[in-house]
């Protein structure tokens, strides 16, 4: 049951609630990240699941691009804090080595949302500074990564350890000397220096014992060795625990140093802390959203309108999850969902209840674009076998008293989920409290949902304003239900059909049909007649669907067939233009460079070469290059050369007279040059994945073998299967240079653009 104001656990755990949390905490980077998941309730404030949602939205449309956004995980650094709190106190070096690789992670995270700033301002605003990278750089100068205090902390400490270190290869070499000096007799077998109680000891024989003399500091099991500490190694004992103590000083000094560099700022590092849990939470909601492709829904703004929903714990199963559309106009409150068991209903009422609390907690479930979603102050839920042996209740005795706490508590802009209402006790009876109780929610303009077997409650929607009848879809010939959510129609039980077909004798079938009230015989086969009807005009509108699509496949692939067209049709303009002017700018240097070193032949030659002869020759030059000038003045296309008869004709022609060029010349190649054509758009709606794998493979082969620059690939949005067939190939196709969705005018997130490597 639900308390006003909010949703009890067991309203939660009938709904499997927590089981769908952990769904999403699956994504999270890091075990605080999925406790923050874990820990999320529904909210009732409109505002609040409203920006909670679209910060999801946000960066799962970063994702579906950049899927190397990653959150950093941290350690649970929440004791260290709360020790720092604590004036005098000094952290161990566990302690301190966590708090370390909470300020790497905290940087990491500061650094990524930085980056995200631009394109996803909502989960930038997480961002805090982190305490200086200085703080890290010396807590990882001093401390290794298990908190053992490095000898680089202070030259004290490295003075201290080579003292210590000293001391005890003393103290070890002197042991070892006497136990090497020992008679045989009086050594234990395999002996050697040992520590015992924290001192250095020698293992001897307990019959050596008044020989060797010294401490006796443990013995063994049969009491046959005993270990002791000689005499003459007693000061040197004592001058070990002297430079271990001398030690443990200096490092007790470093790390209350560390704790006092740190404390000044304990509330900088609690808000790094938060910041790189709270993106673990959204990146993992995130992530969530984009595998269940799922659609934030417009929140509080309506009656209620899920389209293209799906059962939170079914979704990614082995089993394809048949999505629903539940849409109230704003005067109904209240679907009364009938039809026969194994037909989902209960799954139904279950989904939508778990679709409106997870998108109340701030995640994005799966549902399709416009879907709409009321804010619930209260959810109740009188889901599954009530009956508990211990406190005497039998199973219509604890519904009676969830309908109790229902009544008492449920107001406008409440949840309520009813499975089975008026099941347990006499059909009549049953039938009639519930059609009051489901009177009573309507007319308090509660939103309930209820299912039910009760013929009676059938008619209730036909009485009341507000209540409405539904049925799950179940295919008659093969008596199989198909999970599709028919709003407006009650369903049929099918017991004597399902009955027949598991072979009960048609004796007892004819007797049991005969003992149906002729209302309810006339009201089946009413139904009959409306399911049939209703699956002729599913099939024509399926029909009129399919035609539509391939006119607008059509449409779209003309569109962009004369897109391309004209796209290329201005690259090959624009490069004649810069081959035109590349051609006129060789000729031209070449002309002048022709005419100067004329000029320099001139004087050379005079004595040798008539006049007239050098004239005509100079004549003939600058006609070349007067021509060149005129031709480009009159704007003439030409890719090619003239010849000095072609420069010499257009001289001689009158300068209005219509002049006509040259045949262009011969493309490169030849006519016998291959040339490779494809489609610059392919459709693989409709199609399996293991049809549409291949068609996608092959037109990608063609795209590039004629070097088209992009290929659109129509995959519809759908599940989302064949979407994430697409992207997981071209995401492998190292010919790919880059892929995203179409624009919203264009296909949206039905249609992938894809463009290839240069």
Known sequence: MSVAGGVAPSVLDTLEFPAALERVAAHAAGPLGAARVRGRAPATDPERVRAALAQVAELAALLLHDDAIRAEPVPDIGPALELLAVAGSALEGVQLATLTRALAGARLTAAELARLARDAPRTAALRVDPPPKEIETQLARSLDAEGVVLDAASRSLARARQGVREARQRLVGRLDAMLGALDPTDRAPDAAVTLRGGRYVIPIRATARARVGGIVHDESATRSTVFVEPPEVIELGNALRSAEAEEQREVLRVLRELTDLLRPRRAALAAAWEMCIAFDDLCARARYAVEVNGFAPTVGAGPLAIRNGRHPLLVGGETPVVPFDLVLAPDELTILVSGPNTGGKTVLIKAVGLLCLMAQSGIIPPLGPQSTLPVFAAVFADIGDRQSIAASLSTFSAHVAALRDILEHAQAGSLVLLDEIGSGTDPAEGGALAAAVLRTLTRRRVVTLATTHLGVLKQLA?????????????????????????????????????????????????????????????????????????????????????????????????????????????????????????????????????????????????????????????????????????????????????????????????????????????????????????????????????????????????????????????????????????????????????????????????????????
């Open 462 to 758: 036909a009485e009341t304003v507000g209540i409405v009848n539904a049925s799950l879809q179940f295919e008659a010939e093969t008596l199989t239900p198909t999970y599709r959510l028919l709003k407006g129609v009650p369903g049929r039980s099918y017991g004597l059909a399902i009955a027949r077909r598991l072979g009960i004798a048609a004796d007892v079938l004819d007797m049991a049909q005969r003992a149906v009230p002729d209302a309810e015989r006339t009201l089946d086969a009413l139904l009959a007649t409306v399911e049939a009807r209703a699956r002729d005009l599913e099939v024509q509108a399926r029909d009129l669907a399919a035609r539509e699509a391939a006119l607008r496949e059509d449409a779209g692939r003309v569109d962009a067939r004369a897109e391309e067209v004209a796209r290329r049709e201005h690259e090959v303009k624009t490069r004649a233009q810069a081959l035109e002017r590349e051609a006129r700018e060789q000729t031209r240097a070449y002309l002048l460079e022709a005419r100067r070193k004329v000029e320099e032949s001139l004087g050379r030659a005079r004595a040798a070469v008539d006049e007239a002869t050098a004239r005509e020759a100079r004549r003939l030059l600058e006609q070349a290059i007067e021509a060149t000038e005129v031709r480009e003045k009159g704007n003439v296309k030409r890719e090619t050369w003239l010849s000095l008869e072609e420069l010499r004709r257009l001289k001689q022609e009158q300068p209005d007279a219509p002049r006509r060029p040259p045949s262009p010349a011969r493309p490169p190649g030849g006519a016998g040059h291959p040339v490779a054509t494809a489609a610059s758009e392919i459709s693989l709606r409709g199609l399996r994945l293991d049809e549409a794998e291949p068609m996608l493979v092959k037109a990608l082969d063609d795209a590039v073998a004629a070097d088209l620059p992009y290929l659109r690939v129509i995959h519809g949005k759908g599940t989302g299967a064949v979407r994430k067939l697409v992207h997981d190939v071209l995401s492998a196709d190292a010919r790919v240079q880059r892929f995203g969705f179409a624009p919203a005018n264009q296909g949206g997130h039905g249609v992938t653009i894809v463009e290839f490597t240069a």
